[in-house]
């Protein structure tokens, strides 16, 4: 198998593009994908201040790395969500990520602040750990763009995390949320940053290549509670087509952005003591907080890799 580019031996066959490419080819033909996603959908502009969420796994790692390689410096958030064996982990090799970059991480503590781990305090509310992790999630990482005057969120979602959502809203006609399968939402200045998806066209396998190509050091493992998500059946029904016919997902994906028109965002409130858009007078997290009787005014702690006396890796 020869590289399609140089001739020399190939590393990776990529059969939905019908071509195989060396290491070098491979790394370049990513992040030019990446770096075209982002500017023919205009995700990132000049003036803008991106913040990347990193979860310690290859797509957000990767992105991290990609983004500041392309000359969009941008630094991430983690929140900690303090599940054994995974979590502490997973901020070990964000850390190791920001030292190559120089970047700084804001943690959000999640153990500490509610004192209760994610399942417990789902439990409590009544709702499904992912539910209540994604409630938290959105607003925190709001919460560090407004608090610390980033305007926009980037995430590490790749083509099969879109393909797979969209395919499962699409089975139950679910359209309320189709729009929000966009890769860029807007926000509203000063209470929601914009949202972008620079992955929306890499595979996770494209991106679980580039991290190993690039020696970024990634944690295999999944969140523990992602075990029974529907998405993963959604995917693994997707990968079965994607075997029989290479190119599906792409076409899905490419076919859905040809298609989708953003729709205005529902909430048109504002939650009387932190901003955030709404139904009605306060917003969900706000609401957590009183329930257990939580300080409203949030702090992360900030591991900024700036103060470290070596160089950024990547920029040399
Ligand atoms: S799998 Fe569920 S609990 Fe785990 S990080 Fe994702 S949303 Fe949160
Ligand atoms: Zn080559
Ligand atoms: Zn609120």
């Known amino acids: 198998m020869k590289c399609r580019v140089c001739g020399q031996a190939a590393c990776i066959s990529l059969k939905s593009y019908n071509t195989a490419l060396c290491r070098e080819d491979f790394v370049a033909f990513l992040e030019k ?3 075209t996603t982002i500017q023919k959908y205009h995700l990132i502009n000049e003036t803008d201040r991106p913040i990347v969420a990193v979860s310690g796994g290859k797509d957000s790692l990767s992105l991290w790395y990609i983004m ?4 969009y410096p941008a630094d991430g958030i983690y929140i900690d969500l303090g599940i054994e064996d995974y979590s502490s982990p997973s901020l070990t090799k964000i850390r190791n ?3 190559v970059l120089k970047r700084k991480v804001y943690v959000f503590p999640f153990r500490e602040v509610f004192k209760k781990g994610i399942e417990e305090l789902a439990r409590t509310i009544r709702r499904p750990p992912c539910s209540a992790c994604g409630t938290i999630k959105r607003y925190i990482m709001n919460r560090v763009c407004m608090d610390k005057g980033y305007n926009t969120l980037v995430t590490g979602h790749n083509l099969d995390d879109e393909a797979g959502a969209l395919f499962g809203n699409i089975l ?8 929000k399968k966009n890769l860029l939402l807007e926000g509203t200045e000063g209470h929601l940053s914009k949202k972008v998806k620079p992955l929306f066209l890499c595979s996770e396998r494209e991106m679980a290549a580039y991290a190993i190509l690039n020696n970024i050091d990634y944690i295999y493992e999944e969140c523990p509670f992602s075990k029974n998500a529907k998405s993963l059946t959604y995917k693994s029904m997707l990968n079965k087509l994607e075997e029989a016919s290479p190119g599906t997902k792409l076409q899905f994906i490419k076919g859905y952005l040809k298609q989708v028109k953003e729709t205005e965002r529902k909430e048109s409130d504002f939650c009387t003591f932190c ?5 009605g007078d306060m917003c969900n997290f706000c609401r957590m907080l009183e329930r257990f009787h939580i ?3 949030i702090s992360f702690e900030e591991y900024d890799a700036r103060d470290l006396d070596t160089q950024p890796e990547v920029m040399t």
Do not use: F, H, I
Request: hydrophobic share 30%.
């Open 33 to 35: 994908r990446v770096l």
């Open 68 to 71: 500041n390689k392309l000359g």
């Open 97 to 99: 990520v920001a030292d």
């Open 172 to 179: 139950y006609w679910k359209d309320e949320y189709l729009w």
């Open 275 to 279: 901003g955030y858009p709404t139904y």
């Open 295 to 297: 300080d409203k005014t």
